[in-house]
């Protein structure tokens, strides 16, 4: 049986001043046997093995805890996932990343992780070519659009490319200054539909209905994508010197070599206790002095704490007793994640040669988002993306895979004819079809953040909550381990 737990252990002062020397002993990987799977007992039990649990029983085991990860999948990384299919690059042949692509410059966590663990990284290259329009059922010049008698929007919106329209109107109208502004009750008026935002400040008819092809213009909170564009212009502050020639002299964004999944994996491998797979929890029980955690298997897990980095979307399916109160149980019950089906493709010959049309595609259909991946060259084999998200995303992803792909094959070709026999389909991929994920982000709808955004992530008892959606500051893989550290430190404050 494994050992209890641990009677001595750091305090948070001792920790932060001490976390930079610290190293790790890596213990031999725990041995099962039905009777210790029937009570084991840790310091912490962390759920899930996401970017964001793994931080936080890093950081916990550092500072002296016996830390437990129950991971209820067969594989480590949570929304990161490096798929075995490859696609060609200027770095030569990178995973496809389902997930997590990139690494920005101010992901200070991540960064400092990957320089800890002497994980090698490589450029990113993912530039992405110009669009062409298919609306109204018509093919358009990307160039010809501000003239085009498909453009129905007015005045100066004319001007703006319409697969840029909703991220422009939204920058134009975001209030924020401070990356935690979006969580300030001061800016709790923005807490409102795209639509309704939108409509307020008199943007056009055209011009809504024009970002509804690419966002859900009534089920998501304007000040959610405020958050995600304020932190977006902070990253850019992160580019770097520039050369004599203008240009930034480190290339950013950056992708490690294998794939972004070395990151969770190596950071599992520094954990004494390895990560247990296979262990969907279903009921959690705090009581005034330990977390009671059992899984699907008949496991029984013990322990002072357990921090839940698991999406709420699965988490609203285990059973938490006592109840978490009103605030946080709304949130965990009716926080939702966006869905984004993509499909990876080889594009064998540059058919855009052939119709003279921009080689990407932006479409009020199914198709919603090709994009073609630049390779530098201009001819030869490119990579290229199908992007569906919002209704378009959820009708392709609820086909079964080989339907959703041929569907989008033949799509494409009857937009663009000179496509034909031209795009092949690597991989597929639907977050919502994860019963573990169930979405790609976390997606606050209008009122949420207002209700329960600030509520959501306090501690219930003795039971802790990270993971991407619980954020403050961060997105992306920063995010993630944003959220871990703040549970860690969270824990060891009551140590």
Known sequence: MSPGPSKILLTRRTFNSSVALASMAVA?????????????????????SGL???????????????????????RIGGRVWSAEEKWITNAGEVPIELGASQVGPSYARVLYAIDRLKLPTLDEDRTVLPFAYHLDG????????????????VGDEREIPAVQFGAAMLARLNPLK????????????????????????????GGIRLAGHQSDLHGVSALRLFQEQTRGSFEER?????????????HWPKNLAGGTVALPLAMAAQLPREVRLGQQVTAIEIEPDAVDVRTLDGGRYRARFAVAATPFTVLR??????????????AIQRLNYAETTRAFCRIREPFWQEDGYEPSLFSDGAVRMFWTIDNHTGDGEHRGMFVLTNTAGKQVAARPPESAVRFLIDEMERIRPASRGQIEILRYHSWERQPLQRGCSPMFAPGQVTAFANEM?????????????????????????????RAALEILDRI
């Open 28 to 48: 031999a990987p725990f041995v099962h046997t039905r009777r210790a799977r029937a009570r084991e007992s840790a310091d912490v039990v962390v759920i899930g």
């Open 138 to 153: 018509t093919l358009i010049k990307g160039s010809e659009w501000p003239d085009s008698p498909h453009n129905r929007t």
């Open 52 to 74: 964001s649990g793994l931080n936080a029983a890093w950081i916990l085991s550092e500072a002296g805890a016996d830390v437990l990860v129950l991971e209820g999948g067969n």
């Open 317 to 330: 399916d285990v059973s938490i007793w006592p109840r978490p109160p009103g605030a946080q149980f709304q």
């Open 178 to 205: 401070e990356l935690d502004d979006w969580l300030d009750p001061r800016f709790s008026d923005h807490d409102v539909s795209i639509h309704d935002l939108l409509a307020r400040h008199g943007v056009s008819e």
């Open 457 to 485: 992530i306090l501690p219930h008892g003795r039971l802790h909550f990270a993971g991407e959606h619980t954020r403050r500051l961060d997105y992306g893989m920063e995010a993630a381990m944003e959220a871990g550290e």
């Open 238 to 250: 992160f580019a770097g010197a520039l050369g004599d020639d203008g240009q930034p002299i480190e």
